[in-house]
């Protein structure tokens, strides 16, 4: 249901995503809530030496926020279905810059159908 990864120097949070395309959910207004796909966060913000990772030019669809503050995640399990996933910005003294909740009540396998490699 959520993938954290790290090492770069930025935070990213990404839609529902699948071989690099967004998996609609079943409440389009809520992509995070019973998502049909990973969601997937890369934090990793917390500070070094070589500076911040800058982001391409491009925003691929599946990006929803990008952020290269200094900073840090917090995650918290509220239960079974519910985590909230929080990106704290140190440069700008402690604010929630991103929040959400990812509720799943549907635990498993994702059943997304393949074909010749696409959704």
Same mark, same amino acid.
């Given at each position: 249901d959520l993938a954290v990864w790290a090492h770069e120097h930025s935070y990213e949070r990404l839609l529902p995503t699948f071989n690099r395309t967004v998996v609609p959910s079943?409440?389009? =207004?809520?992509?995070?809530?019973?998502?049909s796909a990973p969601v997937h966060i890369t934090t990793g913000s917390a500070g070094c030496r070589e500076k911040h990772d800058d982001f391409g030019p491009s925003?691929?669809?599946?990006?929803?926020?990008?952020?290269?503050? +200094?900073? +840090?995640?917090? =995650?918290?399990?509220?239960?079974?279905t519910h985590i909230r996933v929080q990106q704290v910005s140190a440069e700008k003294d402690g604010e929630v810059i991103d929040e959400i909740w990812l509720v799943q009540h549907h635990h498993g396998p994702f059943k997304v159908k393949i074909v010749n490699n696409e959704l």
């Open positions: 079943p409440d389009m =207004l809520q992509p995070y809530s019973d998502p925003h691929p669809d599946w990006s929803a926020f990008r952020s290269t503050d +200094y900073g +840090y995640t917090r =995650l918290q399990v509220a239960n079974a």
